[in-house]
């Protein structure tokens, strides 16, 4: 029997429109994994601090609010100073293609925008699992 | 995933690192290679001490809401509080959505508080064991007091939450049939019952139905078992806590503690030994792919005396 993968699905930020998180959530339970949902409205450092007690393999972030380019980065700067910055972020939402190359050069492993079919966003979250 | 040896996460667990909990915990629920020498290396002595409850009840009832505030309330009184929150794993892709820390974030960033989120990951057996070496690891960080929190369905939930000293079962007004089906199991090894909600229609008809089920309980030691809350409120938290308190004194007076340690650890052990063997016969099952047999229990019968031992 093999192992699921333990993922962090979380919402950074002010907007509290979760669809897509959930979905995605969904998505992954359906494939297999461990999926801890950590609800809207959290802090960058609450994400982290979470996905270490979790210990997950991987963490998806959502932002709809266009403040990803602040919000995403932060995340990676908390799990740094927790130590762990082995942990892959993975980051989806309203994610215009100029802000794609700053978030990947921020330590994003992957970015999902809206019409990303969800067999390539699994496929990603698998891919970080494994790595 | 940065490998960790067994006694880098036994010295992080004393110093209550957040990510050598996590780790070691994930070694024992994995049953990695490093499990038995974790568990090995781990401050018996505070595990002894720690306090352990059960939480459990049917789902909407409340569960993660009233543990919250069970913790901000132990937080103030200066307790290290660790949770073990258990869902269940969809039984067709063995994935899971662990949903339990959305009503327990406002203590993310409190490091005395370590949440564990868990999927039954439809193991008849294995889980008990997985739940009760995270109770271990938790208590040996430092935590006081340890709250399982389950859905209260079903035997394997059952089994779990006779893992706690004391168990406390969750209910809130307008289940109806819920609670009915409930009463002859749960119920029973319930030491108290808390009616959630206490603010809805209905409160006092089922507290008071509950207190006639409960009535020889308070009566053999003189503490009340059958408490209300309205757990968003924070309202009659003090109250359950301290009734947990005098329990626990009672329960250590008498020697049931001792007692369902001993009974705990028995249903750890077998639970256990079904672990230890599985991955064994499971392998015995893959070379008998084409059985002769096909009577299960036969078969059963004919492979564990097939199997070499050791």
Redo the contacts between chains.
């Keep these: ?1 093999t ?2 993968y ?1 993922v962090l699905i979380g919402k950074p930020g002010l907007d509290g429109h979760d669809r897509g998180a959930k979905f995605i ?2 998505a ?12 809207i409205r ?1 802090t960058a ?2 994400i982290a ?2 996905a ?4 997950v ?1 991987v963490i998806g972030l959502s932002s709809l609010s266009g403040a990803h380019l602040r919000l995403f980065p932060e995340v990676i700067k908390e799990l740094k100073a ?3 910055a ?1 942990i892959p972020v993975l980051g989806g939402g309203v994610i215009p293609d100029e802000d794609m190359e700053a978030l990947l050069a921020a330590g994003m492993k992957a970015i999902f925008t809206p019409g990303t079919p969800a067999a390539t966003i699994i496929k990603s979250f698998s891919d970080a699992c494994e790595q | 995933m940065p490998v960790n040896s067994s006694h880098t996460l036994l010295t992080g667990i004393t110093k209550q690192d957040p990510r050598a909990i996590g780790r070691a915990i994930s070694v024992v629920e994995n049953n990695l290679s490093d499990a038995a020498e974790i568990l090995a290396g781990l401050d018996p002595k505070r595990i002894e001490n720690a306090l352990v409850l059960g939480i459990t009840g049917p789902p909407g009832a409340g569960k993660s809401t009233l543990t919250s505030s069970l913790i901000s309330e132990l937080r103030r009184r200066n307790k290290r509080v660790g949770i073990v929150a258990i869902d269940p794993s969809s039984p067709i892709s063995g994935g899971a959505v662990l949903g339990d820390r959305i009503r327990m974030m406002e203590h993310a960033l409190d490091k005395d508080v370590v949440v564990r989120s868990m999927a039954t990951r439809g193991r008849l057996g294995g889980l008990c064991a997985s739940a009760g070496a995270t109770v271990r690891i938790m208590a040996a960080s430092g935590c006081d007091v340890i709250l399982i929190e389950t859905v209260g369905v079903g035997q394997s939930e059952m089994d779990i939450i006779r893992l706690a000293d004391i168990t406390i079962m969750v209910l809130a007004p307008g289940f109806g049939d819920d609670i009915q089906a409930m009463k002859a199991g749960l119920l029973e090894v319930a030491d108290f019952l808390v009616v959630n909600k206490y603010d809805l229609p209905g409160a006092d008809a089922l507290r008071m139905e509950m207190q006639q089920i409960f009535v020889q309980k308070e009566e053999e030691s003189n503490i009340p078992r059958v408490l209300e809350t309205i757990a968003s409120e924070n309202s009659g938290i003090k109250k359950l806590i301290d009734s947990l308190h005098s329990f626990e004194a009672y329960i250590e007076t008498n020697s049931i503690k001792t007692k369902r340690r001993h009974e705990a650890l028995d249903s750890e052990t077998l639970d256990w030994i079904f672990e230890i063997l599985r991955p064994r016969f499971t392998e015995q099952l893959k070379k008998d792919s084409n059985p002769q047999q096909t009577d299960p229990r036969i078969r059963a019968q004919q492979l564990i005396a097939n199997t070499p031992n050791g």
């Excluded at chain 1, 992954?28 to 609800?39: K, N, Q």
């Excluded at chain 1, 270490?52 to 210990?55: G, S, W």
Aim: no cysteine; aromatic share 6%.
């Design positions: 029997m192992t699921p333990r959530a969904r992954l339970r359906d494939e297999g994994f461990e999926v801890i949902y950590t609800g959290r450092a609450e601090a979470t270490i007690q979790e210990d393999d927790r130590g762990a082995d």
